[in-house]
């Protein structure tokens, strides 16, 4: 690091060596402030150092520059301290921006060290600066309280704010991620809050915000350098950095010759460096870069080299270099995770289930699994022998209430069926009973058929592939991003499904840009490597190119033939087509429907790979399963069909989901809004400031020429056009390639754009009539903007003038509140909630299905399922509480119903103690000190897993003793005497029970039929 300040030029740095000169800066600084010109290249840069050194990052793009709330100047100036350095990023055209800048005339310090400042006094002051006050915060300027937890929204972090008090002084301050609630890593030292209401504004340009002392780097000397008015002025009390100079000379130049060494980067590293050190004997020091802090050990214990010199850094770099001025050789350990064997490991399917239960409203329909349908009306507490417990109201026809224990919730579960068909059942008569016999009738027939088509999965032999690991680590070096964990988990578990010789059958659920394509591709270099054909079918000739040229990509360095089929395939290309393939020699074949045809016979084909599965009608599909036969067959979807989803949540499909959005990604912002003018133009305005482009949705093609005009007369100097799917071929692609190329602004279409258009530059979607669009085609199109680094909008529009249906209005809602990045299985069940499970089980069944609800049959189909292969279902445990505790969650301590309901929902299904300790870990952080009332609902959780780990189905809980029966012994039970009537009592005697028999015969004397053990003697 330079000793003065000035400006100072670096050549030849790569992400690696400029990460270290950071590294270097963070040695004795806490800020660096980066303006950049090639975001993505940055980004590498900084993903290195943050995983070296845990980083605040802040990336001002356009939309936080264009955003009405000071960001700008707060992070640049911000006096809200972490213990993380912090960095900074700004796209260097936005060096002599202008801003409008907040002069704020107080504030409110609160200090970590001096705990200065009470909860009351903090919420009076959060109430005269402003704020909002919110049971849970969503977004800035607003803030929430919650027992001793505070939650507040900055407009100037990226994170909101959690502060927890003990005894009115602050405890501690940590940021929190908003879609989890949980709290993140970030302990904050001390906290300015000021006025969010503008008062006395000045307009400053943001390199006249930069403070004495800075560090500020430049990725390019091209357009700003010390021949700059503004670079000499900030220099002269400030470091400035141009880190790859390309027309810098002189004194001022440091020039780190950096050389790539021929090597093969699948060897071990140690064997690497050995290689290396012959030719480069005078290297004194070596830096290993390693994938995780656990192949630090790996090396270390095989390092016999001659060099004393050695230093560790996480990387996901896969070239091995060295700086030859440095004389300090870097060796890439990448080979370590990118290994094939590593990803053959049998992985455990995950079976899903319905358990949507945190949104419940009030007289939504819920299914009780005795009673059957009914009403819910709202939590209730009541108080019986002074003891006070909360009830769910339910409410059945003839207005018939049931109060069912919060503690038996799990016999409630929320209804999914048609609603059109819904009756409330009658406590007073066997409606119900009779119902579930129709359904269990329908679950067994299923239940058959679905086994028998496992049983010929698993009997139909398909290919194993081999595996060639050189092959595999060469092709997948060539992803340019970093793959997510649940990316690298479906990947696996790809990999897994194509070693065994039985045909693969998986369902890859992953979001919109979340990288299944790169999934895909895998799989399909996998197979075309080991000699047998792939092909891949798409619904839109548009995400056919759009794959091509991905493909075409990836695949330049191997000898692989790749073609396309679809509509615009001409007949004699077509033909040569059908015979190259029957000869093999087109080796990947991506296409439409088209490839389904009569003439084309594939010799060798051995992997399927459907993508946007849900878009394809009955005809295809029968065509697919006709040729998928001993294939390997994989499915992608953002949004699973119904009857995927069935089989997925049954266990019986694979299913991968990525929900881990790829690190750059921001979430959606969705406004729902009447159609005028305004809101048109200001949307638009906003797009176009920051350079993006924009996509108008109007799905009516009689129309559509009619809004391009009043688009034109909105915006007559700003370039357009039309695309629909009644234009000519040649046209649609024309009008295409201007709006990707950026030679037109906005797109006015149809949903012929809903899959396969991938503009990064595109992020403002309006959609015209929203309320026409089905769930899953408005999650489709809302994807197709905010797909890189720079955050999406989506304006769903609905007519002005115009009544909605109910369905309308809950999926528009739907997508606004699917608004977190990931949410596609999540919507998929909305899905099937709202279009009462659709066409899921065929007409012939799904009348019996919808009079029990969705849920309760899937319950039913998978007890069929259990029966058929002899592994009975778990017992299902019967517990009666009249104990001397209170069972309930306090209303001071969650005051929203619909909150509670959820927690007391989770409490019920816990399995673990592992998910105890995560419950109580979640309640302390969002809510702060767990009080006794929810300590005993965890101690009556804990009860049942020690209940069914010992085989107990019967237990009641009375203040004077507890009685329960044995499982295997049905006409015996277990009379406890003087016991104390306490939950943890309980808990604690069942705990010393490891053997029951032998528990019996020790402690418990046998009187008619009956077990008699004194508590206070085991106790």
């Known amino acids: 690091m330079p000793k003065e300040n000035g400006v100072h030029y670096f050549s030849g740095l790569n992400q690696i060596a400029e990460g270290l000169l950071f590294l270097d800066i963070f040695q004795k600084n806490n800020r660096i402030i980066y303006f950049t010109n090639d975001a993505k290249s940055t980004k590498k840069t900084i993903d290195f150092v943050d995983k070296n050194q845990k980083l605040d990052i802040y990336y001002l793009d356009e939309t936080t520059l264009n955003d009405p709330l000071d960001l700008t100047y707060h992070n640049i100036q911000s006096k809200n301290t972490t213990k993380f350095k912090s960095i900074i990023i700004i796209d260097e055209k936005n060096f002599n921006k202008e801003i409008n800048l907040d002069l704020k005339d107080s504030n409110l310090e609160i200090n970590l060290k001096n705990k200065n400042v009470g909860l009351d006094e903090l919420v009076i002051k959060l109430n005269e600066f402003g704020y909002k006050k919110k049971e849970f915060i969503e977004s800035s300027g607003q803030f929430s309280v919650r027992g001793s937890v505070v939650d507040i929204y900055l407009s100037e972090i990226k994170n909101p704010i959690r502060i927890q008090f003990f005894k009115e002084k602050v405890k501690s301050i940590n940021s929190f991620d908003i879609s989890t609630m949980k709290s993140l890593d970030r302990e904050y030292k001390s906290i300015s809050l000021s006025s969010i209401e503008k008062k006395n504004t000045i307009r400053k340009k943001i390199n006249e915000l930069i403070p004495d002392n800075s560090h500020v780097f430049f990725n390019s000397d091209l357009k700003w350098n010390d021949s700059n008015a503004e670079i000499k002025e900030i220099s002269k009390k400030s470091y400035i950095y141009f880190s790859n100079s390309i027309i810098k000379r002189g004194a001022n130049l440091t020039n780190l010759k950096i050389i790539y060494p021929t090597i093969d980067e699948t060897l071990s590293p140690i064997r690497k460096a050995l290689l290396i050190l012959k030719n480069h004997k005078s290297i004194n020091k070596i830096c290993f870069l390693v994938n995780k802090e656990e192949d630090i050990e790996v090396i270390k214990k095989e390092y016999d080299l001659p060099i004393a010199q050695i230093e ?171 793959e997510t964990i649940d990316q690298m988990k479906a990947i696996n578990e790809v990999y897994a499904d194509m070693k065994k010789p039985n045909p693969m059958d998986r369902l890859i659920c992953g979001d919109v840009g979340f990288g299944k394509t790169e999934i895909a591709l895998r799989a399909s270099f996998l197979a075309a490597m080991n000699a047998k054909q792939v092909v891949i079918i798409a619904p839109t000739t548009i995400l056919v190119n759009q794959h091509l040229s991905t493909f075409l990509e990836r695949f330049r360095k191997f000898p692989l033939r790749i073609e396309s089929l679809s509509r615009n395939t001409t007949k004699k290309a077509f033909d040569q087509m059908v015979k190259d393939l029957a000869d093999s020699k087109i080796d990947i074949l991506i296409g439409t429907h088209r490839v389904l045809n009569e003439k084309i016979n594939f010799k060798n084909l051995g992997l399927i790979i459907v993508d946007e599965e849900h878009k394809f009608g009955v005809k295809h599909k029968e065509k697919i399963k006709h040729i998928r036969m001993g294939v390997d067959y994989l499915a992608l979807s953002a949004t699973p069909i119904p009857r995927t989803l069935q089989l997925s949540l049954s266990g019986i499909k694979d299913i991968s989901t990525i929900s881990t959005p790829p690190v750059d990604r921001f979430s959606i912002e969705t406004i729902i809004s009447k159609f005028n003018k305004n809101i048109v133009k200001k949307a638009i305005d906003f797009e176009l400031k920051r350079d993006g482009r924009v996509f108008f949705i109007h799905n009516e093609i009689k129309t559509i020429n009619k809004m391009h005009e009043l688009l034109i007369e909105i915006f007559p100097n700003t370039k357009m056009s039309v695309v629909h799917g009644q234009m000519k071929p040649e046209k649609i692609e024309k009008n295409l390639s201007n709006f990707i190329n950026g030679e037109i602004s906005i797109l006015i279409t149809t949903t012929i754009i809903e899959s396969g258009i991938d503009i990064k530059e595109a992020n403002t979607i309006i959609i015209n009539n929203a309320n026409k669009f089905g769930l899953s085609d408005l999650y489709q199109i809302r994807g197709r903007v905010g797909r890189g680094n720079v955050k999406g909008y989506a304006y769903l529009l609905i007519p002005e003038n115009k009544d909605m249906s109910i369905n309308a209005g809950k999926r528009l809602t739907a997508i606004k509140r699917l608004s977190k990045l990931g949410t596609g299985f999540n919507l998929a069940l909305e899905d099937l909630e709202i279009r009462g499970a659709g066409n899921l089980f065929g007409t012939e069944q799904s009348g019996n299905i919808y009079e029990v609800g969705v849920e309760f049959y899937l319950q039913l189909l998978e007890d069929e399922i259990r029966k058929i292969n002899k592994t009975l279902p778990d017992e299902v445990l019967n517990m009666e509480i009249n104990s001397k505790d209170k069972i309930n969650i306090p209303t001071s301590y969650i005051s929203s119903a619909e909150k509670r309901m959820h927690y007391y929902k989770r409490l019920s299904g816990i399995e673990t103690k592992n998910e105890i300790l995560e419950l109580i870990e979640e309640l302390l952080d969002l809510f702060g000190q767990v009080p006794d009332e929810i300590l005993t609902l965890i101690k009556l959780a804990e009860l049942k897993i020690k209940l069914k780990e010992i085989k107990l189905s019967n237990l009641t809980i009375n203040r004077t003793n507890m009685v329960f029966k044995l499982t295997e012994l049905k006409n015996i039970d277990v009379y406890v005497k003087n016991f104390s009537g306490k939950i943890k009592d309980a808990n604690a005697f069942f705990n010393k029970i490891t053997n029951l028999t032998m528990f019996l015969k020790n402690n418990g004397n046998l009187s008619n039929n009956r077990f008699i053990i004194d508590f206070n003697k085991c106790i």
């Open 312 to 482: 560790f850094f996480i990387s996901s770099n896969t070239r091995s270099f060295l700086i030859d001025k440095e004389n300090v050789l870097f060796i890439s350990h990448n080979s370590i995770n990118k290994q094939p064997t590593d990803k053959f490991q049998e992985l455990n399917k995950s079976v899903y289930k319905l358990k949507n239960f945190s949104d419940l409203s009030m007289n939504d329909y819920i299914v009780h699994k005795t009673f059957g349908i009914c009403l819910y009306k709202g939590l209730i507490e009541k108080s019986i022998d002074d003891i006070t417990i909360e009830f769910v109201k339910c409410e059945f026809s003839q207005k018939d209430l049931l109060l069912i224990p919060s503690f038996k919730i799990e016999l409630l579960q929320k209804y999914i069926g048609s609603r059109s068909e819904i009756e409330i059942d009658c406590l007073r008569n066997k409606t119900w009973s009779t119902k579930v016999k129709k359904a269990k009738k329908v679950a067994e027939r299923v239940a058959k058929e679905i086994l028998s088509l496992y049983a010929k999965r698993k009997v139909v032999r398909g290919s194993s592939f081999e595996f060639n690991n050189n092959e595999i680590a060469q092709f997948e070096s060539g992803f340019e991003f970093e």
